[in-house]
């Protein structure tokens, strides 16, 4: 788990500086006012809307902008020419990529997903080709300072979680989607803050890279499509050895 752990700070670095230049903010925006679109605007009652709120509060989006996202999704017609589309793929290594997006425009968006994969020595695959292998999930974390483990695992059972990693730094809760709301309610009658709540996609299985040169075009690859104003979200089954996250720092 430890190279989980750093590939997983990495990623939330990255989210932080992107955010600073309002790239994610956008896709903040977007995904609001879809998910309020979708299954309404109480975030009690709307698990997706819930997450996404929560995430993009974490990244300090002030709370005016996102009620206003909430109230454009559910009181007009913004975001009904959006199409949600799940791209699959792979990297080199056969390392599976899952890529949702959000698009007015899917040539220019496959396009632009094609180019990406082709970049960095992967390719598009056919829907339902890697897609199998990750599940959707909801996954809080909690500083393991907050509380000590025996308090955090009882905590768990009790709201519903499904199971709990113990990492270096911080607790993860793993919990279904539709439970996600009653473990992050749980933990605020606790008055614990949660350094990241949200519901994503894990992979069943892991494909380890052991050469940096291979890590290298992973990264790229992610980077790339993560740049890319219709993609919401990218998932991949890579797995980094320390020693190549050691290589990768230096």
Known sequence: MAGHSKWANIKHRKARQDAVKGKVFTKFIREITVAARLGGPIEAENPRLRAIVSKAL???????????AIARGSNSDDGKDLH??????????????????????????????????????????????????????????VLRTALPEES?????????????????????????????????????????RTERAEITRHASTQTDITEVEQAEKIIRLIDMLEDLDDVQNVYSNASFSDAIMEQLNH
Do not use: P, W
């Open 152 to 192: 955090l695992m009882e905590l768990a059972l009790e709201s519903g979680a499904d199971d709990v990693i113990i990492d270096e730094d911080c607790y993860t809760l793993i919990c279904a989607v539709a439970q996600f709301g009653a473990v992050m309610d749980a933990l605020s009658q606790r008055r614990l």
């Open 58 to 68: 974490g990244a300090n989006m002030s709370r005016d902008v996102v009620n206003r």
């Open 84 to 141: 949600e589309i799940t791209y699959e793929g792979y990297g080199v290594q056969g390392v599976a990529v899952l890529v949702e997006c959000m698009t007015d425009n899917v040539n220019r968006t496959v396009a632009e997903v094609r180019h990406a994969f082709a970049k960095t020595g992967g390719n598009l695959g056919t829907n339902g080709s890697v897609s199998y292998l990750f599940n959707q999930r909801g996954e809080i974390e």
